[in-house]
Structure formats: structure tokens, C-alpha cells
């Protein structure tokens, strides 16, 4: 049971280029999630998903987009990357219950 | 003003020492309080929650809730250099999974 994982764990981009960051949870969970965190700023919520096939708009969703083709995966897309969106990006994912479970991390950095 | 403020720290206790990591929110309707630890480059994990005001214990951690004056708290009892980490407060609304993250305390308890 690895739980919640998260592809790459590190990555540079130049600005303009696009990626994608790959979330998968074995835990059958409904509810996904993906957030940024930035020195002084938090967690804060970029869009999350409450089942297979949806997909809805958190805090901060400028600049990205993210499907949910897959239970078990929740992707986040960078179409054209700038250096406002350097920083250490997480998935969660959670049941109807309040705990939400967290990935590693990926730090990405936009120059 | 932010929906929910703590002193980011740090905060630099001896071992043994008790800790108080605080929280305050301006938003009335919060009925769930979360708090998450988050060691160096991890994801966050749930350390404990409380339901509407009151106290919560859970071995040497306890947690605390006052609705009256929109202040939520975390006691460490006989911390150790293992509770050296950033603890983030998130309360949240009954009935959602969305949450709105505090900046973060980071505690460091020195051996």
C-alpha cells in the first residue's frame, strides 16, 4: 500500500515549456487534490476533484489545468510554464471523512 | 485580513519543554480543526482534529478550541527533537473537504 505518490519528485522547466505532474493514490480514495506551497503563503488549493471524470477550480487555478480520467489519477498540467509557478506542488487525496492524505512533493522550478 | 493566521516561528524550545503553537481565524462558520505536522521535504500528515470547541487529547499532544474568541491550539507535552517540524492549523466547514491552510509554525526542539 504506497498511498499517495507523486511523478517527478524533482523538475526544471524553461519559461514556455509544459508539463505534466502525475498523482496516483491506492486507497480507493473519491476526493483528490492538488495544492502549491510557497515560503510565507501556505498550502494553497489549485483544483481538486470529488470523483472520475470531474474536476473543479480551487484558490489559485490560473495557469493550470488538470484531468481525472482514472480514480486513481489525478493529473496537473503546466501549458506554457512562467516563474511565478516555481514551487513544491502536493497531491491529497481523501474519503468523505475530513483527513486528507498527502504525496511527497514535487519541486519544480520555472527559469 | 487572512481567514486563518499563525506566527510562522521559528520556535526553539529545549527538550522536555512544553510547546504552544497557535492559530486564530476569522471565519465563524469553521466547525472542524485540523492540525497537520510536516517534516523537511514531506508531505503533510494529520496529527490530530477537533469538532466545534473544546479540548481534544491524543498522548502527549492536545488540542484546543475556542469558538468565543476564534482561537485554536496546540500543546505539546515533553516535546522531543522528533517533534521538530512545521505544524500547519486547518480548520474547515461541515460538510466539505476543502480546507484553508495556516502559513505554518516551524518548531525546533533542541537535545
Known amino acids: 500500500n504506497a498511498g499517495v505518490t507523486q511523478t517527478p519528485k524533482f523538475r526544471v522547466l524553461k519559461t514556455g515549456q509544459s508539463m505534466t505532474l502525475l498523482c496516483a493514490q491506492d486507497m480507493n480514495h473519491e476526493y483528490m487534490y492538488w495544492y502549491r506551497q510557497d515560503p510565507g503563503m501556505g498550502l494553497r488549493l489549485i483544483h481538486y476533484s470529488v470523483g472520475e471524470g470531474t474536476t473543479a477550480k480551487g484558490e489559485v487555478p490560473d495557469g493550470y489545468n488538470v484531468s481525472r480520467l482514472k480514480k486513481q489519477n489525478f493529473l496537473l498540467g503546466l501549458e506554457s510554464a512562467a516563474p511565478s509557478q516555481t514551487s513544491v506542488y502536493f497531491c491529497?487525496?481523501?474519503?468523505?471523512?475530513?483527513?486528507?492524505?498527502f504525496g511527497p512533493g514535487t519541486r519544480l522550478t520555472v527559469t | 485580513q487572512k481567514e486563518v493566521e499563525q506566527d510562522p516561528g521559528p520556535l526553539s524550545v529545549p527538550e522536555g519543554a512544553i510547546v504552544s503553537l497557535n492559530c486564530t481565524y476569522s471565519?465563524?462558520?469553521?466547525?472542524?480543526f485540523m492540525w497537520y505536522r510536516q517534516y523537511s521535504r514531506k508531505g503533510p500528515e494529520l496529527l490530530m482534529y477537533?469538532?466545534?470547541?473544546g479540548n481534544k487529547e491524543d498522548g502527549r499532544f492536545t488540542a484546543q478550541v475556542d469558538k468565543s474568541s476564534k482561537y485554536i491550539s496546540l500543546f505539546i507535552r515533553d516535546s522531543q527533537p522528533s517533534d521538530s517540524a512545521t505544524y500547519l492549523c486547518?480548520?474547515?466547514?461541515?460538510?466539505?473537504?476543502?480546507?484553508?491552510f495556516g502559513t505554518g509554525t516551524r518548531l525546533k526542539v533542541l537535545a
Open positions: 486547518a480548520p474547515t466547514w461541515a460538510g466539505t473537504y476543502k480546507y484553508i
Open positions: 471565519n465563524s462558520a469553521f466547525q472542524y
Open positions: 491529497a487525496s481523501s474519503t468523505a471523512t475530513y483527513e486528507q492524505y
Open positions: 477537533t469538532y466545534s470547541s
